[in-house]
């Protein structure tokens, strides 16, 4: 599976920004996703994930309530929606998928669960 992430770009703060990562191969549905930002000299940070075939969604408490992640499994893409965007929201922003399927929705935020990473996109928010 490849990945390739889009979508990133210069804002200001208070802006939303759309990001995209489209999928090669086939059964898409069947694989976790997720979103995860990292900036120089700091773990990568997961964002958002489903990792569950019921669509259960996972943030942390940092984006919660203005970042949103979806797919669109016919499209094979994940998006990651993000609102009333923050300077410290500034990072390179990653796209991943991952063969297992969990109800452990907690497991999702974690880099080590994923299998397959994008290129990353960069994110900056500033006036």
């Known amino acids: 599976v490849q990945l390739q992430a889009s979508g990133g770009g210069l804002v200001q703060p208070g802006d939303s920004l759309r990001l995209s990562c489209v999928a090669s191969?086939?059964?898409?549905?069947?694989?976790?996703i997720g979103w995860f930002r990292q900036v120089p000299g700091k773990e990568r940070e997961g964002v958002a994930s489903i990792v569950s075939m019921d669509g259960t969604t996972s943030y942390p408490d940092s984006v919660k309530g203005r970042f949103t992640i979806s797919r669109d499994n016919a499209k094979n893409t994940m998006y990651l929606q993000m609102d009333n965007l923050k300077p410290e929201d500034t990072a390179l922003y990653y796209c991943?998928?991952?063969?297992?399927?969990?109800?452990?929705?907690?497991?999702?935020?974690?880099?080590?669960?994923?299998?397959?990473w994008g290129q990353g996109t960069l994110v900056t928010v500033s006036s």
């Open positions: 991943a998928a991952g063969v297992t399927l969990t109800t452990n929705h907690a497991v999702g935020l974690r880099p080590g669960f994923y299998d397959y």
């Open positions: 191969g086939n059964n898409f549905d069947y694989y976790a």
